[in-house]
Each structure stands twice: as C-alpha cells, then as structure tokens.
C-alpha cells in the first residue's frame, strides 16, 4: 500500500491547500450568515480542477485517483468545511453520472457540474425513509416515453442551491423494497418542484432542506442505470464517499490542532507557556494519535477502491469514527482555549456545529456499525 504522489498530484493538493488557507478560511464565518456558498467560488473551483478530480477526462474531471481526490477534498475542508460539501457531492454524484448516464443530455449536465457552472445534489432521503433508506415512497409513474415524478425528499444537502439533482424514486412496488427503486436526473427548474431550508444549528451554508414534487415530468431518457437498479447504484456510491467524508472531518480536525498547537506556546500561564504543561499537551497528543489512526483508514479505504478491492466495511468505519472523533478533537481544542474558545472569535463552536450533522445525515454511527457487523459475520460465517 503507497500514498506516495507523482509531481502533478501533489501540486493539485498543494494548490488546493494554499486555496483553502487564503480564499477559504477568512469567509468561513461570513459564508454562515449568509447561508450560501457564492456561486463564483464554485465556479472558481471548477476552473481550478477541484470539482470531481477523479471522474475521467471525457467527462471535463482530470482522471486522478481517488487516494487525491480524497487529499484534495481534505484541503478544502480545512478551510471550510461547508464548502467543501460541494467537492462531495460533486464526486459522489459524478460517479453516478459517469457510469450510468445513458443521454448526451445527463453527460452535458456532468460536465457543467464538474465545471463548477452548475451545482448538484443527491435526493434520496424522505420523512418516512432515514436510516430505512429503500422505503421510498417518492413515485416515478410511467407515462408514454416520460415518468412523472410526485411525492418529498427531505434533510438534502444544497437543496435550494442545486441546478440539478439525482433523485430516487419508486418504479415498482413497495413490497419490492430496493429492487423497486430507480435513479433519475432532474433539473431544479422544472415545472412542479417547490423547494425550503431549514434552519438548523449547522452547515446553514449547505442549505439542507426539502424538495417537493407535484407532478414532475422527467423523460425517460434522465433515467441514470436500468429501471429497478436505482438504489443498487447509491449503496455503492455511498461506499465511496463515506471515505471522502472521513477526509472532510479530518480536515475539519487538523486546523483545530494546529490551532491549538500554536496557542499553547503564545500562552502562558504562571510564568511558562502551556506547551510545558503535560496537563494541556497530553489531551492533544492523545488527539493526534486518534487523528492520524482515522486519517490513515480513510486513506487506506480509497487505495482499496482505486485497487478495485472491497472496501464496504471500511468506508463504514470512516463514516462513523471520522465525525465523531472529529467533534471529540474539536471540542478538546475548545477547552485548550479556555473561555477564549468559548467565544465566537474562535471557529471551534461553528466546526462543531458543522461537524455534527454528519453524525446523522449520510448513513448514522449505529447503521455504519450494522454494516460492519454484517461484514465481518460473513467474513467469518461457519
């Protein structure tokens, strides 16, 4: 297993690292009250080549493997963690995009996604489907050449931001479950789509929210994958960019250490720096012990895919571990600080913020841990 990369990779990583710490980061706060990512900033980083890196060159993404992608998104994270959603949803839904659409029409929306001109979401959850993800109840009827779409995804990410979204409907019945299920891509403009935000205590910038369907039409020729394959396509989407989402949080938990590294030798109490206390340098020690561990089975997770080897019940492992301890290192960076870290000087209380909903949304700790469990049972089956 090597992590090492060519010239060329390690110049994107770079140059995405010097992005993240002078376009990024001073905005972070600014891009909350907001609540919206500029839409030339994604243009910015479509131009750049930070938009779906790994998605082949035909489709306007550079080819480079998902190890980099992976490090890419990382450095966006770093400098913000919201923006960086727009990498992961940019790579999990260009994948789908590349493999499975059929129509010039779904291949020119990837290009403009990956351009940065447009921006894209993943419409799969719905009020009675969470963790339950194949109980869709969102119906795509077929109607001579067309379906027409009806029914609410809820708790979507870029919701109100998105040109475009994949959504997940029903084509079968409800007793097929998953095999019920299909993938189709829709414009946000369309006839019959209505859209909310919600307000929630993180990621505002995100935009989560609701996206209602009143008899949308869709040609079939939207449809992404064969009829009935839908849900198939998402799973093995998700195994991806549950890795990506350790990297995000990892990112997230690297600038708070070295935040907090950096405060502890300026601040000094009874006539020493912080730094000489084992007291204080201890919990951040521990701190990066966890950070490098989790860093390194994400990054191990991704060679697994780039090797075309299995990698399910790893990508959980990062999928429940990443946010977590993300939280847990940025909440001990907080008390480093003492009441300063407290205050809204620092980005600690909106990176926890942020960080958190990733402990729900995508797929939560305890449904990551039935994956590992029903993983290993087969690894192991007598």
């Given at each position: 297993m090597e992590f090492s990369l060519s010239a060329e990779q390690q110049a994107l990583v770079d140059t995405a690292a010097k992005f993240a710490k002078n376009r990024l980061a001073p905005s972070y706060r600014a891009r909350e009250k907001a609540e919206c990512i500029e839409r030339e900033l994604i243009a910015e980083m479509g131009e750049m080549g930070f938009l779906g890196p790994e998605i082949p060159e035909e489709f306007g993404g550079m080819g480079v493997d998902c190890v980099t992608s992976g490090l890419l998104l990382e450095q966006i994270a770093y400098g913000d963690f919201n923006v960086s959603y727009v990498n992961l949803l940019t790579s999990l839904c260009g994948h789908i995009l590349a493999t499975y659409g059929r129509s010039t029409e779904t291949r020119d929306w990837l290009t403009e996604v990956i351009a940065g001109r447009k921006a894209i979401a993943i419409a799969l959850t719905e009020p009675s489907a969470g963790s339950d993800a194949a109980n869709l109840k969102l119906k795509a009827s077929k109607d001579g050449d067309d379906y027409i779409l009806s029914g609410e995804k809820t708790s979507i990410s870029m919701a109100t931001q998105s040109d475009v979204a994949v959504v997940f409907a029903r084509t079968?019945?409800?007793?097929?479950?998953?095999?019920?299920?299909?993938?189709?891509?829709?414009?946000?403009?369309?006839?019959?789509?209505?859209?909310?935000?919600?307000?929630?205590?993180?990621?505002?910038?995100?935009?989560?929210?609701?996206?209602?369907?009143?008899?949308?039409?869709?040609?079939?020729?939207?449809?992404?994958?064969?009829?009935?394959?839908?849900?198939?396509?998402?799973?093995?989407?998700?195994?991806?960019?549950?890795?990506?989402?350790?990297?995000?949080?990892?990112?997230?938990?690297?600038?708070?250490?070295?935040e907090a590294w950096r405060y502890v030798q300026e601040r000094e109490a009874f006539g020493k720096p912080l730094s000489d206390f084992q007291g204080v340098t201890f919990p951040l020690a521990e701190a990066e012990t966890f950070y490098e561990g989790c860093r390194a089975l994400c990054l191990r997770t991704l060679w697994l895919k780039d090797q075309g080897l299995p990698h399910t019940a790893e990508a959980a492992m990062c999928k429940w571990w990443g946010p977590k301890l993300a939280c847990d290192i940025i909440h001990q960076c907080l008390l480093t600080h003492g009441h300063g870290g407290y205050g809204a000087d620092y980005d600690f209380g909106q990176r926890y913020r942020d960080v958190m909903g990733l402990q729900i949304g995508d797929g939560t700790a305890n449904i990551m841990k039935m994956i590992i469990g029903r993983q290993r049972v087969k690894d192991f089956k007598i």
């Amino acid at each position: 297993m090597e992590f090492s990369l060519s010239a060329e990779q390690q110049a994107l990583v770079d140059t995405a690292a010097k992005f993240a710490k002078n376009r990024l980061a001073p905005s972070y706060r600014a891009r909350e009250k907001a609540e919206c990512i500029e839409r030339e900033l994604i243009a910015e980083m479509g131009e750049m080549g930070f938009l779906g890196p790994e998605i082949p060159e035909e489709f306007g993404g550079m080819g480079v493997d998902c190890v980099t992608s992976g490090l890419l998104l990382e450095q966006i994270a770093y400098g913000d963690f919201n923006v960086s959603y727009v990498n992961l949803l940019t790579s999990l839904c260009g994948h789908i995009l590349a493999t499975y659409g059929r129509s010039t029409e779904t291949r020119d929306w990837l290009t403009e996604v990956i351009a940065g001109r447009k921006a894209i979401a993943i419409a799969l959850t719905e009020p009675s489907a969470g963790s339950d993800a194949a109980n869709l109840k969102l119906k795509a009827s077929k109607d001579g050449d067309d379906y027409i779409l009806s029914g609410e995804k809820t708790s979507i990410s870029m919701a109100t931001q998105s040109d475009v979204a994949v959504v997940f409907a029903r084509t079968g019945t409800t007793e097929q479950r998953a095999h019920g299920i299909s993938a189709f891509l829709v414009p946000m403009d369309q006839p019959g789509i209505t859209r909310t935000q919600f307000d929630d205590i993180g990621t505002r910038p995100v935009g989560r929210g609701s996206i209602f369907f009143d008899g949308v039409r869709v040609p079939k020729s939207m449809m992404l994958g064969e009829e009935g394959q839908g849900f198939v396509q998402v799973m093995h989407g998700f195994d991806y960019s549950r890795a990506l989402i350790g990297l995000q949080c990892m990112g997230v938990a690297r600038a708070s250490l070295d935040e907090a590294w950096r405060y502890v030798q300026e601040r000094e109490a009874f006539g020493k720096p912080l730094s000489d206390f084992q007291g204080v340098t201890f919990p951040l020690a521990e701190a990066e012990t966890f950070y490098e561990g989790c860093r390194a089975l994400c990054l191990r997770t991704l060679w697994l895919k780039d090797q075309g080897l299995p990698h399910t019940a790893e990508a959980a492992m990062c999928k429940w571990w990443g946010p977590k301890l993300a939280c847990d290192i940025i909440h001990q960076c907080l008390l480093t600080h003492g009441h300063g870290g407290y205050g809204a000087d620092y980005d600690f209380g909106q990176r926890y913020r942020d960080v958190m909903g990733l402990q729900i949304g995508d797929g939560t700790a305890n449904i990551m841990k039935m994956i590992i469990g029903r993983q290993r049972v087969k690894d192991f089956k007598i």
